[in-house]
């Protein structure tokens, strides 16, 4: 079965600082791996995803994330953070199989990222 | 070009009673997911239908859950009869296929929070 971890369920930064929000996975052979964001009252946006290849991936709104094999990592990072990057964030993680159950998509539990002014 | 878009955004019900939620996907997607979050806790995948037919209903919880795709257009997810732990927020989401080796992302809807009392 697959999994994701996301282990702090808040992060708290001042606004300019660098952020990082954490995600461990678990999933059988090699995995598709994915941000999403969701603002308040809204549904979820996709950030950036990890298919195959150079390990660090950029997304939307300076966004980037940094795919570590050996310790089953996909951190989001950002180098000068917004307030308007507060949101709660999900990482979630996907099979790379086909067949039965492949296209489901696993959930952290998610992270609220507050940013300080 | 519209977004998915979810209806009711919020329905509060007796347990034992009954409720349709209802998901319009983006014009052109084959598939279309039902997920669930329960507060605090994870996003738990439901289903997937590509266009009429479902994929996979691994994630349904019981037979109390009906989810139907009209002519592969828009869907229907039936709680027939509503008990308190149905309540959350029910996420619906749509994709395209992606290229090969691409899963492409899913475009999430605003959701639709179920309150059963």
């Known amino acids: 079965a697959q999994s994701v971890a996301q282990p702090e369920d808040q992060v708290n930064v001042a606004e300019g600082n660098p952020l990082t929000v954490k995600c461990t996975y678990s999933v059988s052979g090699n995995p598709y791996l994915f941000w999403y964001v969701q603002y308040p009252n809204r549904g979820l946006q996709f950030l950036l995803k990890y298919i195959t290849g150079d390990n660090l991936v950029k997304g939307s709104y300076g966004f980037e994330a940094e795919f570590n094999k050996s310790q089953t990592s996909f951190h989001l990072k950002k180098p000068s953070a917004l307030v308007s990057d507060s949101a709660l964030y999900f990482c979630a993680v996907r099979a790379t199989y086909s067949g039965a159950g492949s296209y489901q998509l696993t959930f952290g539990k998610g992270t609220k990222l507050s940013v300080i002014p | 070009e519209a977004g998915v878009t979810q209806f009711p955004s919020h329905s509060v019900i007796e347990k034992g009673q009954t409720v349709t939620l209802r998901c319009d996907p983006i014009s052109g997607h084959d598939n279309l997911y039902w997920y669930r979050r329960v507060m605090g806790k994870e996003i738990k995948f439901l289903l997937h239908f590509v266009k009429e037919s479902k994929q996979d209903e691994s994630g349904m919880p019981n037979n109390r859950f009906l989810a139907e795709r009209t002519g592969g257009t828009y869907s229907t997810l039936k709680v027939q009869p509503a008990e308190l732990e149905d309540s959350g927020v029910y996420f619906c989401?749509?994709?395209?296929?992606?290229?090969?080796?691409?899963?492409?992302?899913?475009?999430f809807g605003e959701g639709s929070r179920l309150t059963v009392l």
């Open positions: 989401a749509s994709s395209q296929v992606g290229g090969t080796g691409d899963p492409g992302e899913l475009f």
